[in-house]
């Protein structure tokens, strides 16, 4: 029988002998006089606490309890030891108790507003021109808040009411409407969304993914191989004696104008020259979008790249790992504050060999830009078998890629998080009835409800109609010229929501509760008709989802999505430029909390350790195997995300998604395997990592206190915060980095 102990802190992990043994040996070492040797009556004194706590365990049975407190395992350790005659013993185990428990009350609890409002002032605060800084919480809700009134002045009492619920943090917008709202999105809607997914079927896809990648949008990607068939052949040679120059313009466009020049080059035979003169030198002020210039270099070696790609492919068609590689060159141009930054998913065909080693050998070295995806096999459930499934998730098992992706149909994929379904094929009829496939982007927005806030059905049900009212009015940002009319047919005939749910686990009994799902899902469709019919937009054809929410999070103090709390107390790290203003002005105040990042290999960054207490009703990882936590995906997909369906028919069999991370010990391989493929019909993309500890290498991002030392790390961050007034820094001119803060950012949203 599994013995499950209780912790003070009401957590409940697996019986472990083990840490009896080091408690025993520890009062060994302090016992003022030896009583001989110890070590015989240890496996003794232990199997008897074992049998004595199965015993229990057994008496509880019939309450279907299998828990015992914490204390009254310690309380038989002092029985058994006196029994044994060990009283000195007995006595240093009885002082070690007291030691801990006068520890535990000194125990300082940490300011949960100390990472939020760095993680606002560092990521999506703009910079207040007049006042010389940057924006509090309150003025960026308000900027956000009043680009939709403007927008949409007839439904401005409930806009100002869900806008109320973000300045309580019950829910938050979309984080590129905190980042951009304003000029950069009112000029430019594809700033708003969060992510999108195209397919690589004609040459303007390139152009059209260099462009949202520039606009910080995620964007996921097809290369299979029926998409890549489509483009059109290269030109057997270049005639070199006709040459075109091409003037970038200084603009995102201009920047994606050039990617699709060299494309046409190659199809039409001619040379083309590029003039970079136009572009900004590295670290000019972009005035509407915020941050900085990076200059003309990075430009220019993607399309030098992609030009030696190309030159291969001449007289044939490319293949699907030279269309990739020409989107990867294209999104390591994607530069903000010298950091690449730009977030990526790549689908491609089972049967392709070469994306399937995409990242094999020395890829890192030889490929680079290849780091710029999360690559995923396509597998359509009805024409998958067993055999193919258990051979890519093996894969994943020992490289961590490829992943796999479920879908009912060729066209439907993801945005990189995978927790938004979307198809960028649009059906177009003629006046006789002859059905044409276009192809586009669909696009999909996020709204975040605070799950820690929900204490009652009520909070849910406020939380939701706040969430959805906010959504409502982002989906109806649909003017992409530049991509366009197929894409704002798309993303008009659909307006797609991703009403999200993050720290679940901080809240189990309302968040996970099935019936309670089901309600809210269904509650959310009606406020988007109601809402949605006021702004003349079309309802929303699938609305709920589950996102990672890494980032967010943090600016909530909750658990990640639909993850575990790491701990019940930890430290998590955040990595930060040094001479980011923010960062500066942070370290000043609080210089214990700052060192040097050990992952900063040109020592441009450091570290800041933030001390974590989790609630106490929250579930902790420590708690939770990967079965346990694949059922709360199944169970939510079923009950929050299917249910959030409300136009099924628009594209059946493609759903949104619950984002997931398990984390798989060592024995549950095979369990989680059997479970995903005999459930496929309900899962499109999990990613998997082996369970590993926290304390293997140094300043992990999420680090469990456990240790004397760690405790003492605890009390003096904690001791000597100071906190900080962001409103006092100083800017003297706009420093901000939007675009620094990825949307959509895969498996990258918990390393912040």
Same mark, same amino acid.
Request: charged residues 25%.
């Given at each position: 029988?599994?013995?499950?102990?209780?912790?003070?802190?009401?957590?409940?992990? %697996?019986?472990?002998?083990?840490?009896?043994?080091?408690?025993?040996?520890?009062?060994?070492?302090?016992?003022?006089?030896? %009583?001989?040797?110890?070590?015989?009556?240890?496996?003794?004194?232990?199997?008897?606490?074992?049998?004595?706590?199965?015993?229990?365990?057994?008496?509880?049975?019939?309450? =279907?309890?299998?828990?015992?407190?914490?204390?009254?395992?310690?309380?038989?350790? %002092?029985?058994?030891?006196?029994?044994?005659?060990?009283?000195?013993?007995?006595?240093?185990?009885? $002082?070690? #108790?007291?030691?801990?428990?006068?520890?535990?009350?000194?125990?300082?609890?940490?300011?949960?507003? @100390?990472?939020?409002?760095? *993680?606002?002032?560092?990521?999506?605060?703009?910079?207040?021109?007049?006042?010389?800084?940057?924006?509090?919480?309150?003025?960026?809700?308000? #900027?956000?808040?009043? *680009?939709?009134?403007?927008?949409?002045?007839?439904?401005?009492?409930?806009?100002?009411?869900?806008?109320?619920?973000?300045?309580?943090?019950?829910?938050?917008?979309?984080?590129?409407?905190?980042?951009?709202?304003?000029?950069?999105?009112?000029?430019?809607?594809?700033?708003?969304?969060?992510?999108?997914?195209?397919?690589?079927?004609?040459?303007? !896809?390139?152009?059209?993914?260099?462009? $949202?990648?520039?606009?910080?949008?995620?964007?996921?990607?097809?290369?299979?191989?029926?998409?890549?068939?489509?483009?059109?052949?290269?030109?057997?040679?270049?005639?070199?004696?006709?040459?075109?120059?091409?003037?970038?313009?200084?603009?995102?466009?201009?920047?994606?104008?050039?990617?699709?020049?060299?494309?046409?080059?190659?199809?039409?035979?001619? $040379?083309?020259?590029?003039?970079?003169?136009?572009?900004?030198?590295?670290?000019?002020?972009?005035?509407?979008?915020?941050?900085?210039?990076?200059?003309?270099?990075?430009?220019?070696?993607?399309?030098?790249?992609?030009?030696?790609?190309?030159?291969?492919?001449?007289?044939?068609?490319?293949?699907?790992?030279?269309?990739?590689?020409?989107?990867?060159?294209? @999104?390591?141009?994607?530069?903000?504050?010298?950091?690449?930054?730009?977030?990526?998913?790549?689908?491609?065909?089972?049967?392709?060999?070469?994306?399937?080693?995409?990242?094999?050998?020395?890829?890192?070295?030889?490929?680079?830009?290849?780091? #710029?995806?999360?690559?995923?096999?396509?597998?359509?459930?009805?024409?998958?078998?067993?055999?193919?499934?258990?051979?890519?998730?093996?894969?994943?098992?020992?490289?961590?890629?490829?992943?796999?992706?479920?879908?009912?149909?060729?066209?439907?994929?993801?945005?990189?998080?995978?927790?938004? =379904?979307?198809?960028?094929?649009?059906?177009?009829?003629?006046?006789?009835?002859?059905?044409?496939?276009?192809?586009?982007?669909?696009?999909?927005?996020?709204?975040?409800?605070?799950?820690?806030?929900?204490?009652? +059905?009520?909070?849910?049900?406020?939380?939701?109609?706040? @969430?959805?009212?906010?959504?409502?009015?982002?989906?109806?940002?649909?003017?992409?010229?530049?991509?366009?009319?197929?894409?704002?047919?798309?993303?008009?005939?659909?307006?797609?929501?991703?009403?999200?749910?993050?720290?679940?686990?901080? &809240?189990?009994?309302?968040?996970?509760?099935?019936?309670?799902?089901?309600?809210?899902?269904?509650?959310?469709?009606?406020?988007?008709?109601?809402?949605?019919?006021?702004?003349?937009?079309?309802?929303?054809?699938?609305?709920?989802?589950?996102?990672?929410?890494?980032?967010?999070?943090?600016?909530?103090?909750?658990?990640?999505?639909?993850?575990?709390?790491?701990?019940? #107390?930890?430290?998590?790290?955040?990595?930060?430029?040094?001479?980011?203003?923010?960062?500066?002005? !942070?370290?000043?105040?609080?210089?214990?909390?700052?060192?040097?990042?050990?992952?900063?290999?040109?020592?441009?960054?450091?570290?800041?350790?933030?001390?974590?207490?989790?609630?106490?009703?929250?579930?902790?990882?420590?708690?939770?195997?990967?079965?346990?936590?694949?059922?709360?995906?199944?169970?939510?997909?079923?009950?929050?995300?299917?249910?959030?369906?409300?136009?099924?028919?628009?594209?059946?069999?493609?759903?949104?998604?619950?984002?997931?991370?398990?984390?798989?010990?060592?024995?549950?391989?095979?369990?989680?395997?059997?479970?995903?493929?005999?459930?496929?019909?309900?899962?499109?993309?999990?990613?998997?990592?082996?369970?590993?500890?926290?304390?293997?290498?140094?300043?992990?991002?999420?680090?469990?206190?456990?240790?004397?030392?760690?405790?003492?790390?605890?009390?003096? $961050?904690?001791?000597?915060?100071? &906190?900080?007034?962001?409103?006092?820094?100083?800017?003297? +001119?706009?420093?901000?980095?939007?675009?620094?803060?990825?949307?959509?950012?895969?498996?990258?949203?918990?390393?912040?």
């Amino acid at each position: 029988m599994v013995i499950k102990v209780k912790k003070r802190d009401a957590a409940s992990v %697996e019986y472990d002998e083990t840490k009896i043994y080091k408690a025993i040996e520890k009062a060994v070492q302090s016992a003022t006089k030896s %009583e001989g040797d110890v070590q015989p009556h240890l496996k003794t004194i232990i199997n008897s606490i074992t049998e004595r706590l199965d015993n229990i365990v057994k008496g509880y049975a019939h309450r =279907g309890q299998n828990e015992v407190d914490v204390e009254d395992i310690q309380d038989l350790v %002092e029985q058994q030891l006196m029994g044994a005659g060990l009283y000195d013993v007995a006595r240093a185990f009885i $002082l070690y #108790r007291e030691e801990h428990k006068k520890a535990r009350n000194q125990r300082l609890r940490p300011d949960a507003s @100390a990472i939020q409002d760095y *993680m606002l002032v560092s990521r999506y605060a703009r910079y207040l021109q007049d006042l010389g800084r940057r924006e509090t919480f309150p003025e960026a809700v308000v #900027r956000v808040r009043d *680009m939709h009134l403007r927008r949409y002045p007839k439904a401005s009492e409930d806009i100002n009411w869900a806008f109320e619920q973000v300045l309580e943090r019950r829910c938050l917008p979309s984080m590129r409407s905190m980042q951009f709202a304003g000029p950069a999105i009112e000029k430019n809607h594809a700033r708003m969304y969060n992510c999108t997914f195209g397919i690589c079927d004609r040459i303007e !896809f390139f152009r059209d993914g260099l462009f $949202l990648l520039l606009c910080g949008t995620g964007v996921g990607f097809s290369v299979e191989f029926e998409h890549v068939e489509k483009l059109p052949a290269l030109a057997a040679s270049v005639d070199e004696g006709t040459v075109r120059h091409f003037n970038v313009p200084d603009t995102i466009e201009g920047w994606a104008d050039a990617m699709q020049e060299l494309m046409l080059s190659y199809v039409d035979g001619y $040379l083309v020259e590029f003039n970079y003169s136009q572009i900004r030198h590295r670290g000019s002020l972009l005035a509407t979008s915020g941050g900085r210039a990076p200059g003309h270099v990075p430009l220019r070696r993607a399309l030098e790249r992609a030009r030696n790609i190309l030159d291969i492919a001449m007289g044939r068609k490319l293949k699907p790992i030279e269309a990739y590689d020409i989107m990867m060159h294209a @999104a390591d141009a994607v530069i903000a504050g010298g950091v690449r930054r730009s977030a990526t998913i790549c689908l491609f065909s089972a049967d392709d060999g070469e994306m399937m080693n995409a990242k094999r050998g020395n890829w890192f070295e030889e490929n680079p830009q290849r780091g #710029r995806s999360n690559n995923s096999v396509k597998l359509i459930r009805d024409e998958t078998s067993k055999a193919q499934f258990l051979r890519i998730f093996t894969k994943q098992k020992e490289w961590g890629e490829p992943g796999f992706y479920f879908a009912n149909d060729l066209s439907h994929g993801c945005n990189p998080c995978c927790e938004i =379904g979307l198809n960028p094929h649009l059906e177009v009829k003629d006046k006789e009835g002859n059905v044409t496939i276009e192809s586009g982007w669909q696009f999909c927005n996020l709204t975040e409800i605070n799950g820690a806030r929900l204490q009652s +059905e009520e909070d849910f049900r406020i939380a939701v109609r706040a @969430a959805t009212i906010i959504g409502t009015c982002q989906a109806g940002y649909t003017d992409f010229p530049y991509l366009g009319s197929t894409t704002e047919k798309l993303c008009r005939r659909e307006a797609l929501l991703g009403v999200s749910i993050t720290g679940m686990m901080d &809240s189990p009994a309302i968040t996970l509760d099935p019936v309670m799902q089901q309600k809210m899902a269904k509650y959310a469709i009606e406020v988007n008709r109601e809402i949605s019919l006021k702004l003349g937009t079309e309802p929303a054809a699938r609305l709920t989802c589950v996102k990672p929410a890494g980032s967010t999070s943090l600016l909530l103090g909750t658990a990640s999505g639909i993850h575990p709390r790491h701990a019940r #107390r930890y430290f998590r790290r955040v990595q930060a430029n040094k001479t980011d203003p923010v960062y500066v002005h !942070f370290n000043e105040q609080n210089p214990h909390m700052c060192e040097e990042s050990v992952w900063s290999a040109n020592k441009t960054d450091d570290v800041i350790t933030f001390c974590v207490e989790a609630p106490d009703e929250a579930i902790l990882r420590s708690e939770m195997s990967a079965m346990d936590l694949l059922g709360h995906v199944h169970s939510t997909q079923q009950n929050w995300v299917v249910p959030g369906t409300a136009r099924p028919e628009m594209n059946p069999g493609l759903y949104h998604n619950v984002s997931n991370t398990l984390s798989v010990r060592e024995g549950e391989w095979d369990d989680v395997a059997e479970y995903i493929w005999e459930n496929r019909a309900d899962f499109t993309g999990i990613s998997m990592l082996a369970s590993s500890g926290d304390k293997l290498y140094q300043q992990a991002p999420h680090e469990e206190v456990v240790t004397a030392q760690d405790e003492t790390l605890w009390n003096e $961050l904690i001791a000597n915060f100071r &906190s900080v007034d962001f409103t006092l820094m100083n800017e003297q +001119e706009d420093s901000t980095n939007p675009q620094g803060e990825i949307a959509c950012a895969g498996g990258a949203c918990e390393l912040v």
